[in-house]
């Protein structure tokens, strides 16, 4: 019994007449009677009593009318779901951001978003390493990371460009200075994100490409721990411009200029390279660049 047999089937119950089903249906009368047939036959059951020219359901055809009409209200319901997710009146996104964009910019971009259609945008933070995981476990959608991402499955479109600042406390004795030698760097107390990290990946590679050797004494997987670490002065760190423009501006921390040297990355959108790329989809990340632009 297909889909198809149950429209049949229902139409000939609200037309009472397999001749009037036909012409609804833009179906022979003979096929319409063989549709109703062939569910007798696999059921071995009489869906309707034929007396006179008058059709009346028997009780196996009563319980087949009450589910059919469900099945093709459900069906009804269905497309008219799928069309309004077509057309963005509802749908769902899931979403994920490396720990600065994901704290720092994401929220900010989903709920200007929301404003405009009425859809779920769900978020999930991580570090880059595991934003690429969920990537490729398709728990998510796509991406938004700090660091690189090297995988043939993930496709990685250029976002928007960031800069990390050295920064220090206030009562730091570089705090004065505001300008050190990249020489200056290799004895002092440095606190840094984890491993899987695109901040502490970008800091890695730039120090190795100037020759600077470091020390990390603290490793914390939180920025604004970090931050507040390097307030109270226990130690420098490197931290995205996003994250610490309000500390540096509030005076709580200070940027340190490094002579001949910048921490320079760019974010990026990731995503499979086999995902659907839905209308949603689409619509999302023309927002990202829209949101930027502004």
Request: contains cysteine; hydrophobic residues 40%.
């Amino acid at each position: 019994m297909t889909l198809r047999d149950i429209e049949i089937f229902v139409t000939v119950c609200e037309l009472k007449s397999m001749s009037a089903a036909a012409k609804k249906l833009y179906m022979s009368q003979p096929a319409v009677s063989q549709a109703i047939s062939q569910i007798e036959g696999e059921f071995q059951i009489k869906l309707f009593d034929r007396i006179g020219k008058r059709l009346s359901l028997t009780y196996p055809g009563e319980i087949l009318y009450s589910y059919g009409r469900r099945i093709l209200n459900l069906v009804k319901e269905a497309e008219n779901i799928l069309y309004d997710v077509r057309n963005m009146r509802m749908g769902r996104l899931n979403v994920g951001a490396s720990t600065t964009v994901g704290i720092y910019l994401l929220p900010k971009i989903i709920g200007d978003f929301r404003e405009k259609y009425s859809v779920d945008v769900y978020f999930t933070i991580d570090n880059t390493a595991g934003i690429k995981k969920l990537i490729l476990d398709n728990a998510i959608d796509l991406g938004i990371v700090e660091g690189p991402v090297h995988s043939r499955d993930i496709v990685v479109i250029p976002y928007i460009d960031d800069e990390l600042y050295l920064v220090s406390s206030k009562n730091h004795r570089w705090a004065e200075k505001r300008s050190i030698s990249p020489e200056e760097i290799e004895n002092e107390d440095i606190i840094m994100r984890e491993k899987g990290s695109g901040t502490r990946e970008v800091f890695e590679q730039t120090m190795a490409r100037n020759n600077v050797r470091y020390k990390i004494k603290y490793v914390l997987n939180s920025t604004e721990a970090i931050k507040k670490a390097v307030e109270a002065n226990i130690g420098v760190s490197v931290i995205s411009r996003l994250a610490v423009e309000k500390e540096i501006k509030d005076g709580r921390l200070v940027k340190i200029n490094i002579e001949n040297m910048r921490f320079e990355r760019k974010f990026s959108i990731i995503y499979h390279k086999d995902k659907f790329r839905s209308n949603l989809f689409e619509e999302f990340i023309k927002h990202l660049y829209n949101y930027i632009a502004k």
